[in-house]
């Protein structure tokens, strides 16, 4: 149990244009879902906190217009990247918390999904 | 804020060897922490969590120790294996934001 799926796995894009990640909890529902970012040999960077049904709340210096992030049901989340730049080029990964239930303060994340921008 | 230190950064050992990593963070109002492992380009890989309540977590050959008061926690992993190589990671989830902060990892080469 507990399985976060995130789509696409990768993917490669060219400057300017906009991409969607989407994150999903296949057999758990999630009250809150949270977007990571990881720049090579680094360690993972808290971007937003996404709660269905509410704006997600962003981590200071993460630009919300840049990054929109949607939480429309219990299952899913997406990031949209708009008007992408070589320098988002990064992995980003994300984790979903239960509802409730043994482990409800666990996150569970996905496999990431590797962002290059041309 | 919220800071987490591993040390070392980088550990080379050969195999068979019994060993310890090292994570510390700065503020003891945690919910729990976490020890995770991460192969190069892949996600994450949760190995332990430890409630803010214990003291220890033990999966097979790994064991995490949890101090709160001192914030450290240790990941003892025994008798090494090269399929142990990887980058292992600490995080504790804040009280109240119940946000996961990082530490930087610890690159583990398992030489056989």
Redesign the interface.
Known sequence: GAVVS?HPSWVICKSGTSVKIECRSLDFQAT?M?WYRQFPK?????MA?SNEGSKATYEQGVEKDKFLINHASLTLSTLTVTSAHPEDSS?Y?C?A?RLAGA?Y????????T?LTVL | KQEVTQIPAALSVPEGENLVLNCSFTDSAIYNLQWFRQDPGKGLTSLLLIQSSQREQTSGRLNASLDKSSGRSTLYIAASQPGDSATYLCAVMVQGAQKLVFGQGTRLTINP
């Not at chain 1, 680094?42 to 808290?46: R, W």
């Not at chain 1, 303060?105 to 990431?112: A, K, L, M, R, V």
């Open positions: 995130q809150t949270f680094q360690s993972l960077m808290l906190t992995f990964i984790s918390q482990s303060n666990e996150q569970f994340f996905g496999p990431g590797r």
